[in-house]
């Protein structure tokens, strides 16, 4: 994997990818360590010069998690002249590509196209890139600190996620086939990062006209076992 | 202007605009036409080598409309292997920069980050640039043929505009400092291609929180003048 051939991929555009997972109330993003270093950052990957956009998203987050069809959503595209800031890839570079030059590949200000993508967190194999070793679930509030601008895309990840919600997508990529409600408040509650009154989430989630309800959960205890739903897609 | 030295700027990476105006119940974009050809296109530009992403794009809008502290909203990349085609541009550079060589600047796939802005449609004063003859407004109902994949990026950022127009900035940027109900009205219907309930929306507006009240609109008629809101920012 040493012998990228810098020259298939456009220069000066990444691509960096958010990718959230869910998991026993916790919500989770996936961390690469470079090399040799203690440096962190979102995975993410370059463009070739004969793939399109959507192509190369889906074939990064392939790499990264092993997973194909993967919900992705671009949502949006960072280009501060701070993104210029080589040290941190400089540090990777000398330890894992040498000799190297100051007009390397990875040594100029990246134009990064970024998205999120929702995966099932017990089905993703997570794998790191041939620059790191390490590609770790880190849960949202035990982030190390990021190389770049990395946090300011996280966060902004996380603000569009919020946002999207009640789209069905959400549900849909980081729960069951089937679950309850108290699992889809859950869910909610997490990403949201706050309580919600039961009532008003049920009422609020029978309303939406997005769930179906299927019949009462196996427990054995039949008057106490809730009801499960699933999405109406 | 013919003078571009093309080695100011990021290759492979453009900026198109969706510059949206309003006037008498018409929503309106401005398009460029390219100097001796049947060309129309998006405004856009390029990202100089030492400038911000988002400096870039409210320098090319600037240079379009002559405003400055433009609202932009930056919607989407785009990045299809078939914005490779170049024929369009080819005829374009056939007519304004000749000699040229197949490896122009110009003749390679640009990935396009995308903006919609919102402007005051009397202050605009619309201004071609180098390459082109006019740069007009159309009505959206009326566009010409846009080259390569513009009018899917159109239609992209209206459907962005109708998503973001419960948004205050919509209203603050294409209606009057002070309006009446039925301007705002009309400014809902224009950009959503529908016609709505008068109660309804009324009431809608008034529940939104957004609006003040400021007083009748001086008519000379007092008994039957409408009142005339303003947004609260």
Known sequence: MNKTNWNDYIPGISIDCVIFGYHNKELKILILKYKNSNVFALPGGFIKKDEDLADAAGRILNERTGLSDIYLNQFQTFGSLSRANTEPMKEVLKENERPFTDDHFL???????????????????????????????????????????????????????????????????????????????????????????????????????????????????????????????
């Open 107 to 233: 040594l100029q200000r990246f134009i990064s196209i970024s998205y999120y993508a929702l995966v099932d967190f017990r089905k993703a194999k997570p794998v790191a890139d041939f620059l790191s070793d390490s590609c770790c679930w880190y849960d949202i509030h035990d982030l190390p600190e990021l190389m770049l601008d990395h946090q300011h895309i996280y966060e902004t990840a996380l603000r569009h996620l919020r946002t999207d919600i009640d789209s069905t997508q959400v549900g849909l990529n980081l729960l069951d086939d089937t679950f309850t409600m108290a699992e889809l408040q859950n869910l909610y509650e997490t990403i949201l990062g706050e309580k919600l009154n039961r009532t008003g989430f049920h009422r609020k989630m029978m309303l939406s006209g997005r769930l179906k309800r299927l019949g009462k959960k196996k427990t054995g205890k039949a008057h106490r076992a809730p009801y499960v739903y699933t999405f109406i897609e």
